[in-house]
């Protein structure tokens, strides 16, 4: 009645990993919004900057806040592919998947192991068996 049985202790272990991941992932689409945010407003102020206070006159490259914006918007769109692309595919399932396939080679591996030193033993064994018959055998002559 006092103690916790060791499947709710594993229930309430899965629900804090599902919730910890969840929050990762609002943080990260959080942060994904606020660069949206600073982007857009970057953009325009650089392009209302450019015109209005004249910077960028003296520069070789006439229209440098668009290629500014460029170089920008390339930024934001590797965050965007990073945050719903590479984590859908490289998420939480995935890095449970690679770590069960890395559980069964090592436990293959293992299992190997252990066959070759029972073999070892086994060899062993019967090399010390034949000393014994072979030292036993002449001197019953």
Do not use: C
């Not at 994904?32 to 102020?45: D, E, N, R």
Request: hydrophobic content about 45%; aromatic content about 12%; glycine content about 4%.
């Amino acid at each position: 009645m006092f103690s916790k049985s060791k499947t709710s202790e594993r229930i309430d272990a899965e629900q804090r990993e599902q919730y910890d991941y969840a929050r990762r992932r609002v943080k990260q689409k959080k942060r994904l919004m606020q660069h949206f945010i600073f982007f857009l407003a970057g953009s325009i102020l650089l392009i209302i900057i450019n015109p209005v206070l004249g910077i960028g006159k003296d520069f070789f490259i006439q229209n440098w806040f668009a290629w500014a914006i460029l170089v920008w918007a390339l930024f934001f769109l590797v965050h965007v592919f990073n945050v719903f692309i590479l984590n859908k595919f490289m998420g939480k399932e995935w890095e449970n998947q690679q770590v069960e396939k890395l559980k069964a080679k090592q436990e293959a591996r293992i299992r190997e192991l252990e066959k070759d030193v029972t073999k070892e033993v086994l060899s062993a064994e019967v090399k010390k068996k034949k000393a014994q018959d072979q030292q036993q055998t002449p001197g019953a002559l």
